[in-house]
C-alpha cells in the first residue's frame, strides 16, 4: 500500500522547512496531490524525485570539491608558483598548493587527495605507483637545471658533490618524498657516494628556502633549481637537466576549471618564456602524454593544447 506523506512529515523526511517544500510544490518540482484542501506525499515519487536530483559527481567526493577549490599538491618550481599566483589574481578559484615532493604529490592523487601534481621524476616511477589502478594525463610545463646552489666567497673550493663531503661542508637537502632528493641520490650513487654521509642540515620544502638557507648562512651548500640561486645571488654548478610536468587524472581532463587552469598555465609560461629566465626552458611547453591506466574513450589530445 503506498503512504502518504503530510507536508510536516515531508518536510522532515527531506530535512526541509515546510516553508520551502510549498516553494518546491508551487514551482512544480516535487511530486504531490492537493486533497480536500491539504497536500500529500506519495512517499515512493518522493524517493524518485530524490534519486533523480542526485548528482555522482567524476572522482567521487573530490571531483564535488572541485567546484569550489582547485588543490595541488607535488614538487615546487618557482615560475609554476608564479603562474598560480596570477591566476589566484585573475580569477575567482581559489588554489590551495602543499609543496610535499614529486612521489608524495602522485600519491595524493592516486589516492583521491589533489587535483593535480607537480612533478619531476621518471614517469616509469609513475607507472609503477599506479599499477593498473589509475592513469593520468602527463602535461610538459618546462625544462630546467638543477645544480649545486653556493656561496664562493665563503666555500671557494665546491667543485662537486664530492668536495662538499669531503670538506663536511654543511649540506642542505630537500624532503625525502622530492624529485630533488632522488636526483641526489641517484647522482651520489654515480659518484659512489652515499647522501647518508653529507654533514646535514635541515631538510626544506622548496627550492627557494633551501637557497635562502644558504644565503644566511645556515647551510654552506644544496642542489636546487638555477633560478633559485639566481635569486638569491648565489653561486650554481649544473648537475642535471629535467623537465617539470603536471599530472591531471585522467576524469578531471575535461572539468571546466581544470581546463581553464590549464589553458591560462599554458599561455601565461609562453609569455614568460620571452624573459630568458636562468635555468629555463620550453621548447616542450604543453607536450601531453598519457600512462597507467587505459582509457576506451579518448581518441585525442584536448585541443588547448593544440
Sequence with gaps: MAEYLTTKEVAQYLRLNEKKVYALVSEGQLPA????GKWLFPRHLVDQWVEKNTVFPSFGLFGALLEELLIIQGSN????????GLFQKDSDLPVACAWVGSVAGLLAIISGRAHLAGYHVEDEKINKLAGDRWGCYLVTLLERRQGI????????NIQDLASIQEQKLKFATRQKLSGTYRLVEKLCDAQGLRIEDFNQTNSYSSHMDLA????AGNADAGV????AAWQCGLDFIPLSEELYKLAVPYPFISHPHIAKFLEYTIQALKSMSKKNLPGYGFEQLGKIETIGK?????????????
Excluded: M
Design 149 to 156: 646552489i653556493f656561496d664562493a666567497g665563503r666555500n671557494k
Design 77 to 84: 618550481d618557482w615560475l609554476f608558483s608564479k603562474v598560480i
Design 294 to 306: 587505459p582509457l576506451s574513450t579518448i581518441t585525442k589530445s584536448p585541443s588547448i593544447f593544440e
Design 33 to 36: 496531490a492537493r486533497i480536500c
Design 212 to 215: 635562502l638557507a644558504i644565503r
Design 224 to 227: 636546487g633549481i638555477q633560478i
